[in-house]
């Protein structure tokens, strides 16, 4: 059992930056498509950004393209999101996410972090 850790959340105002990241814990995260998904209050999850296994395919949501980057360092076990020029919209419980399907969609990932909040002020 992958067990996710998030941190870096936080209050930001408008145009601000943050930098989210997830530890974990086991040596086979390396083996992992690693995910971050978001939940607004209200709304349903949904995916933000991920990456390959092995690093080298990413993917984002429209809404986030050009702002956010995702990043991992296998030999330290962690994914890194990269949030800038961020939007009142941006507000949700940032989840980081772990798994062996399709990295874009909830049901692929098998492991799922306790979330980090993060609040974007106008």
């Known amino acids: 059992q992958v067990q996710l850790v998030e941190s870096g959340g936080g209050l930001v105002q408008a145009g601000g930056s943050l930098r989210l990241s997830c530890a974990a814990s086991?040596?086979?995260?390396?083996?992992?498509?690693m995910g971050w998904f978001r939940q607004a209050p209200g709304k349903e999850r949904e995916f933000v950004a991920a990456l390959s296994w092995s690093g080298g395919s990413t993917y984002y949501a429209d809404s986030v393209k050009g702002r956010f980057t995702i990043s991992r360092d296998n030999a330290k076990n962690t994914v890194n999101l990269e949030m800038n020029s961020l939007k009142p919209e941006d507000t949700a419980v940032y989840y980081c996410?772990?798994?062996?399907?399709?990295?874009?969609?909830?049901?692929?990932?098998?492991?799922w972090g306790k979330g980090t909040l993060v609040v974007v002020s106008s």
């Open positions: 086991e040596r086979t995260f390396s083996r992992y498509n």
């Open positions: 996410a772990a798994g062996s399907g399709i990295p874009t969609m909830r049901g692929g990932m098998d492991h």
